[in-house]
């Protein structure tokens, strides 16, 4: 919650707001801005391969954009493309494999969800005392506060939630030319690794290591 300028006593209100604040909010605006626009954007894709989806053999996807825009609930319009791909797996109309990665990223935008609706929807807040805006979907305490609510074995790196979405907007759109054009494209784009949300394995688990064949184990390394 924004704190009021105006003096306690006073007749007048101020749109000026402190120079101490202004910088905290133009952070905000930096970080929460780039969040919601690749969410925007990646709803905008879905919507597109869910009207490819529903339209099949027809070329006018305006019926299914046009439910899209109905629902007005992006949780609901991604239940909806979700459902319509369990209906196209039974009817094998659809690559499986295809069907696969939708479902896939579906999840995945699923679970990013919360943490989005944080960043876009909690109140911010700061005081007089400390300018600093606390934004409670990009903190580092966040994962701490709502550790109860989250999956096990799960750590959240906020700074990467935007990443993430621009990454499976570019996904989801390589999957709708595909649901569209099957037969002129090769093979499907690889599932991207999504970095926000990252499974910590019990013990130290598996190290992996670079293949060195063919250099020399004491090879002084420098910049490219």
């Known amino acids: 919650m924004l704190s009021a300028t105006r003096p306690i006593g006073s007749r007048s209100f101020s749109r000026h707001m402190p120079v101490a604040h202004r910088k905290a909010l133009a952070s905000y605006s930096r970080k929460s801005g780039k969040v919601n626009w690749a969410w925007a954007v990646l709803h905008d894709r879905l919507a597109v391969l869910f009207a490819t989806l529903l339209a099949d053999a027809n070329t006018d996807i305006g019926p299914g954009l046009l439910i899209w825009d109905t629902l007005r609930n992006d949780g609901l319009a991604r239940r909806e493309l979700a459902e319509l791909c369990t209906l196209k797996k039974k009817q094998k109309k659809v690559s499986a494999r295809l069907l696969g990665h939708i479902l896939w990223a579906i999840r995945h935008v ?61 996904f989801v759109t390589e999957l709708w030319v595909h649901a569209a054009f099957p037969s002129e494209y090769g093979p499907l784009p690889r599932r991207p690794r999504l970095q926000s949300l990252v499974k910590v394995r019990k013990g130290n688990g598996r190290r992996s290591r670079r293949r060195t064949r063919g250099r020399s184990r004491h090879r002084s390394s420098s910049p490219a």
Do not use: C, M
């Open 110 to 170: 699923n679970s990013l969800a919360e943490h989005r609706n944080q960043v876009a929807h909690a109140a911010l807040s700061f005081s007089v005392e400390d300018p600093r805006i606390t934004i409670p979907g990009l903190a580092k305490t966040f994962t701490s506060a709502y550790k109860d609510s989250a999956p096990k074995n799960v750590v959240f790196y906020p700074n990467r939630l935007w990443g993430d979405f621009y990454v499976l907007t570019q």
